[in-house]
């Protein structure tokens, strides 16, 4: 069987598409398109569903994948190296949130590229989960970060750690409620506070509403900036509320800048996982990288 056609066949399965596995191939979509039609037919079976919006892989054609992609990562992997060079750097396309990744990921895995012979460089991306899930994928990445576990056999996925969600505001808000009354009466002591928040659809608002008090929250943000650090800022500036996650804000709730407004028994959990494509932990500096975010979580949780 002809690599070239398995690699067009897997760019497609991982792309879903045509056109943009004709993108990463460099190559015109009538050209992949006849690639994949010659490889069904040396196969006798379909390997996509056409679409009105790209492809869907066929049961033959999720089988071929999870056999075919590890070894052809594993080539691709060979074939970039320089065999002859020992010490020439292995590069890691890592992928995640920005902020857990800038915050926890990327001073874990800056250990190993140091100069002790570990020989690792690190490209990084941030995304949203499903934006860090589709590159994977597509191999734009080698190892990402996500808060969504993937479906299917093409991705393989284990928990990496679970992160603790906190209502906070400035100590001015804090003053203005009173201690206690959001224990006492809920939601409806928080009414009137403008809130911070990612995104106008407020998911992590939402989420911690829908978790300890069992509603939906009214309103809309106040301050609207998709980086949890900078909701963090303008919380502690006192921008209004805000649900973050406790490892980011510890130190600012250590120094007084934010205050938690309320602390239910079982706080609001949000998962992460460390995932790879299948089979592409047998490439050395993807598994030294990945054990090493297995290792550092161990002290995250």
Known sequence: MDLALLRTFVTVHRAGSFTRAAALLGLSQPAVTSQIRTLERQLGRPLFLRQP????????????????????????????????????????????????????????????????????????????????????????????????????????????????????????????????????????????????????????????????????????????VPDLRAVMACAGAGAGLAVLPRYLCASALDRGELVLLHDPAVPPLRTYFLVVRTGSLALPHVARAYERLQRAASRWC
């Open 53 to 224: 919006r790209g492809v869907t892989p066929t049961t033959m054609g999720d089988e071929l994948a999870h056999k075919a992609a590890p070894h052809l990562d594993a080539l691709v992997e060979i074939a970039e190296s320089d065999l002859d060079d020992e010490s020439a750097l292995r590069t890691l396309h890592l992928a995640g949130p920005p902020e857990f990744t800038a915050e926890r990921a990327l001073p874990a895995l800056t250990e190993l590229t140091g100069a002790d012979g570990q020989s690792l460089a690190l490209r990084t991306s941030f995304g949203t989960a499903e934006e860090v899930l589709e590159g994977l994928a597509a191999g734009h990445h080698e190892l990402a970060i996500s808060t969504l576990r993937p479906r299917g056999a093409l991705l393989s996925a284990s928990p990496l750690c679970d992160e603790e969600h906190v209502l906070v505001a400035a100590p001015r808000w804090a003053g203005r409620i009173g201690p206690g009354t959001v224990r006492r009466t809920g939601a409806a002591a928080l009414k009137s506070l403008p809130l911070v928040e990612v995104h106008e659809s407020l998911p992590f608002v939402s989420r911690y509403w829908a978790s300890v008090f069992d509603t939906r929250p009214g309103g809309a943000g106040a301050v609207i």
